[in-house]
């Protein structure tokens, strides 16, 4: 056989094919030709690589060069670049998401070299339409040896040996299923590949059809000799055409070369494969289904037993194996049940092809080792998941699998570990899905496409998945009621007992596991009626309305800035949410996560527009007095001044009670006035909107204690009806190390308050910061500021697990401060004074149950800093123990409130709490989502109806300007001019620049008005 100096392989499996793969081919050979270098370079159709995103695809061998998605223009580059003068063309190539190296060959891509590729050994290497090349990679080989060298009993005995189990479904022993069928008396037998594959999502047995058809034919061809058949056939269906045409070619080939037919390798054993096409049921991957289609009957089950190994096709013993599990059986054959079984692990052998889709930065096929962890295979080999967003969930097995939550990425992925998730193998479809997925619509599209698959032979799977059907659809529509969940869970269960095959056994399995892992996402849609991730159109009415937890009239507000309407634009946000020029600029905007914009360029700047309209109308005059209902004889105590018990003052006042706030700290504002620097939230801003909401007609009473200077039954003493509490979370949590109660070690929210309430106003030395909070980032660029010489930040994880604020984090590395990942503090050194701080670098282990990596300590790794001061910031807890000793309160174990979910009432006697009390450290915005709830709560406990009133929106249609959805402009957010960073740090004037009346109304231009519905 000739050889090249060069080889460009180029990807035709059905992907890169869509893909314009054909036209890359073409375009090789012709310049290649054209440059007289057809007789040095070849130029190789392969089957799939596996990289299905970066499609089209060529891989320059022996270099190993991965090319991606490519067009005829870049074809002449690349040859007169790599293949004439041996240059890589850079910009065309793979270069690896960090940035380190230019360009990576495939050994050094992730995604390749985290795989262990045996049965995809030879996708994308050889070229499927010769035998030639499959032969020379070791093809038939396996064949040869079991026809010259071995009896049937013996490799029945060495595919048992291997632990090989079928990759199509449950994992039934392989040795097993051909030893039943050996045993069969018969005077016929069959073998059958089972090749139709309708998982959505799942492409592995077409890839392997088409990458390399002569493997599954050998495995058939093996297995027919082990058990005694003469005959196979391949069921694949018709929406594979190019499978089809491979695997027609490929048997085409095998008789010519005597490989199929009459007396194989000169022995007894005869064999030959016929391919039968089928129309696509989904109910026909089921075995007995299947032999019914093949017989030209209906795909409809039977009972069984007699299993199809003792009556089959047509009533003869028959063996049905998937198309990967053929696959593996030359392999077994040439490397030996030992080399085999070493893979894996105990009850799990082998390695396992995954169709990685979804959510997921690298989508392909992969296959791995049993028992590799499911977070490896996501985020080593996946690449994690795109646009910065959470894996929520992953959908293993298909239609009949289950989803798996985050917090069970360390699992191994073997049979009976996924089983007990409630999710089974399958055949192989892995589904990724992000925190934007609705567990519930995803129950409800599996379940959909199991019943319309359903064969409806047997009531349980034709009536019971109906009956299930209805309720989730019940569900999403806003429709759902109390025991709705129950009723699943009782219809899922007596299906899985009763349904006449393997498919109708499995189809709850979408539900029954989300409601599993899942099931306050099903509580949300059916007693809150609202889809939390934003998917469910009937339970809201924009995305990003939906995301934000006050439920701000976000694109109502971004039409009248857009309409330069501004004051209307602030009225229509304080009817939810009082602190506008607050939360424009400290708020976590959870909103711009789910606005689709995104999809097209960037989300909308949602806090930058509300920053801009609220210091619009500030800058010339005062907010607009919203609505204010009859006064009411009733009067409600505040406790604590925080966002949470401001955002409640203000609704309540504006239902007519008369509201009295005591705040303990001489000012008003809570972590928002002591916790957050001026840098971020200038003093005069919450000044300001403080005075807005006293002129609604709230009382504010700074340094008063309660519990020290007024106990709580004596605010109910004092005539108040109902009281509540939202004093925060503001004791600093401990390190636990040795040395922490020296000198100069402080907590961050300590450190914040002395610095925000101007008790510390300079600092000397080198600072270290703990924690990678928004805290933490907080007290690191407010010590830069008090004339520090060095800021260092000590991270016991990567950049990108830090929970602060992305923006906060680049702008503190902007400013100087010095980040140390993955390394933690082990002791504090110093006499009487911290100086030294001792640390361990750390190295990422397994995942923990946030769905992260756990840092582990490195050996020998220890190293010392050189430290003046050091800032504790690893979380806070609040302060409870003024309200146990009045009421039976329950505290949780991370030291918060336990309140009543649906009003957040602790007693029966009027007492509600919220806030960070009651849900740890949290966001601004969640503070004032509790604000409003309790708002509400405490309305309907003395007698009014819990309502807020909202009258712009209904008073007037905002709807005039709704953009075309066709041909969308890709326009990126507006940028705005940004300060000197030198010049931030000087001081603690704020460092966010605002939008320009100018860019604002250019940037409410790109929103697609999400909230209209058009006929």
């Known amino acids: 056989m000739k050889t090249y100096r060069s080889y460009v392989l180029v990807c035709m499996g059905s992907g890169c094919l869509s893909s314009g793969s054909k036209r890359i081919k073409d375009a090789f050979v012709s310049e290649i030709e054209k440059r007289g270098l057809n007789k040095e370079v070849k130029v190789v159709e392969t089957g799939c690589i596996g990289v299905c995103d970066l499609g089209p695809v060529a891989v320059l061998q022996p270099e190993g060069v991965l090319y991606k998605k490519l067009t005829p223009l870049d074809v002449p580059l690349i040859v007169g670049e790599h293949l004439l003068k041996g240059r890589v063309v850079e910009k065309l190539a793979y270069r690896p998401p960090s940035g380190e190296k230019k360009f990576a060959t495939l050994q050094e891509i992730d995604f390749f070299r985290f795989q262990q590729k045996n049965v995809l050994r030879n996708c994308g290497v050889i070229d499927p339409t010769s035998i030639e090349e499959y032969i020379g990679a070791d093809g038939y080989q396996a064949l040869a040896k079991v026809l010259t060298s071995m009896s049937p009993e013996e490799v029945i005995e060495e595919v048992k040996k291997s632990g090989l189990r079928g990759r199509g479904g449950a994992g039934f022993p392989t040795g097993l299923k051909w030893e039943f069928a050996r045993k069969a008396k018969s005077d016929k037998k069959y073998i059958i590949c089972n090749a139709d594959e309708g998982d959505p999502g799942a492409f592995m047995d077409r890839s392997l059809l ?16 082990a058990i005694g058949a003469d005959q196979g056939y391949i069921y694949v269906r018709a929406e594979y055409p190019l499978a089809v045409e491979r695997v027609e070619l490929a048997i085409k080939q095998a008789r010519e070369l005597g490989l199929l037919g009459k007396n194989i390798f000169d022995s007894e054993f005869s064999f030959d494969v016929e391919i039968r096409v089928g129309a696509g049921a989904f109910v026909c991957g089921e075995e007995t289904a299947l032999i019914a289609s093949i017989e030209g009957r209906r795909g409809e089950p039977r009972p069984r037993p007699p299993f199809p190994a003792q009556s089959g096709l047509w009533s003869k013993p028959t063996v049905i194996n998937n198309v990967e599990t053929l696959a593996n059986i ?13 893979i894996g692990t105990e ?9 990685l889709a979804g959510d997921i930065r690298n989508t392909g096929l992969v296959e791995v080792p049993m028992g590799i962890p499911l977070g490896k295979i996501i985020y080593d080999i996946g690449g994690g998941i795109p646009k910065g967003r959470k894996l929520k969930a992953v959908q293993i097995g298909g239609p009949s699998g289950g989803c798996i939550p985050r917090k069970h990425l360390d699992i191994p992925v073997d049979y009976e570990s996924l089983q007990e998730l409630g999710a089974i193998m ?16 995803i129950a409800r599209f599996f379940l959909e496409f199991i019943q319309e698959e359903s064969c409806g032979k047997c009531p349980p799977c034709r009536i019971g998945t109906k009956r299930m059907l209805e309720i989730l659809t019940r569900i999403t529509e806003g429709k759902g009621e109390e025991g709705d969940i129950e009723r699943l869970i009782k219809l899922g269960e007596n299906i899985k007992r009763t349904a006449l095959c393997g498919l109708g056994q499995t189809a709850p399995n979408p539900v029954l596991s989300t409601i599993r892992h899942f099931r306050e996402e099903y509580e949300q849609h059916i007693k809150y009626k609202r889809c939390p991730a934003s998917i469910c159109q009937a339970l809201f009415r924009s995305p990003c309305q939906n995301a934000c937890p006050a439920e701000v009239d976000v694109p109502g507000y971004i039409y009248l800035i857009s309409q330069g309407r501004y004051k209307e634009a602030v009225a229509l946000i304080r009817e939810r949410n009082p602190l506008v020029a607050v939360s424009g600029r400290v708020c976590n905007h959870p909103c711009e996560t789910k606005c689709r914009r995104q999809d097209l360029d960037e989300a909308l700047a949602i806090r930058d527009l509300k920053r801009f309209a609220a210091d619009y109308v500030l800058s010339n005059g005062s907010y607009p007095l919203p609505s204010i209902q009859e006064k009411k004889e009733k009067s409600v105590a505040i406790v604590g001044s925080g966002p949470a018990g401001l955002t409640c003052a203000y609704h309540l006042a504006r239902m007519g009670y008369d509201v009295t706030i005591f705040e303990a700290l001489p000012v008003v504002g809570g972590m928002l006035a002591v916790g957050i620097p001026e840098y971020r939230l200038p003093r005069d801003i919450l000044e300001k909107e403080v005075e807005e909401i006293e002129r609604v007609g709230v009382d504010i009473r700074t340094g008063i204690h309660i519990g020290k200077d007024i106990t709580l039954n004596e605010l109910f003493e004092k005539g108040y009806k109902a009281v509540f509490i939202a004093t925060g979370a503001h004791k600093d949590l401990k390190l636990g190390i040795e040395g922490e109660s020296l ?40 010590a830069l500021r008090l004339g520090v010489d060095e800021v260092n930040i000590i991270y016991r994880r990567r950049r990108e697990d830090m929970p602060a604020h992305p923006e906060e984090i680049s702008q503190a590395e902007s400013e100087g401060v010095r980040m140390h990942f993955l390394t933690s503090p082990v002791r504090l050194q110093g006499n009487g004074r911290v100086c030294k701080i ?42 409870t123990s003024f309200i146990k000793n009045h009421f039976e309160a329950k505290v949780s174990q991370k030291g918060t409130l336990v309140t009543n979910p649906d009003n957040l009432s602790i007693s029966k006697n009027g007492v509600f709490a919220g806030g960070d009390l009651v849900r740890g450290p949290s966001t601004v915005i969640e503070a004032i989502r509790d604000g409003i709830k309790a708002a509400i709560s405490i309305d309907r406990y003395l007698g009014g109806k819990g309502v807020i009133e909202e009258k712009i929106r209904k008073e007037e249609k905002i709807d005039e300007a709704i953009p075309s959805q066709e041909n969308l402009e890709v326009k990126p957010r507006v940028k705005k001019a940004q300060n000197k ?8 004037e704020e460092v966010e620049v605002a939008y320009s009346e100018e860019e604002a109304r250019q940037e409410t231009s790109r929103c697609l008005r999400c909230d209209l519905e058009v006929d």
Not at 330 to 341: D, E, P, T, V
């Open 743 to 782: 000198d100069n070690v402080m907590g961050a929210v300590d450190f914040l308050r002395k610095v925000n309430l101007g008790k510390i106003e300079k600092i000397k030395g080198r600072v270290a910061v703990i924690g990678g909070g928004n805290a933490a980032i907080d007290a690191a660029r407010s």
């Open 210 to 225: 088409e990458g390399d058809p002569h493997s599954v034919i050998e495995g058939m061809a093996i297995g027919a000799y």
């Open 347 to 355: 009850k799990s052998k082998g390695t396992k092809i995954f169709a």
């Open 426 to 441: 399958g055949s192989g479809g892995m589904v990724v899905m992000d925190e934007n997925t609705c567990m519930v619509d």
């Open 838 to 879: 001792e640390c361990l670098r750390m190295k990422l282990g397994n995942f923990d149950s946030s769905g992260r990596r756990k840092p582990m300590p490195i050996e020998g790794s220890k190293f010392t800093l050189d430290v003046d001061f050091v800032i504790r910031a690893i979380g806070q807890r609040p302060d």
């Open 330 to 342: 030359s392999l077994i054959i040439l490397k030996g049940a030992s080399w085999f079984s070493s």
């Open 981 to 988: 960073v030198k010049g931030n740090v000087k001081g603690f």
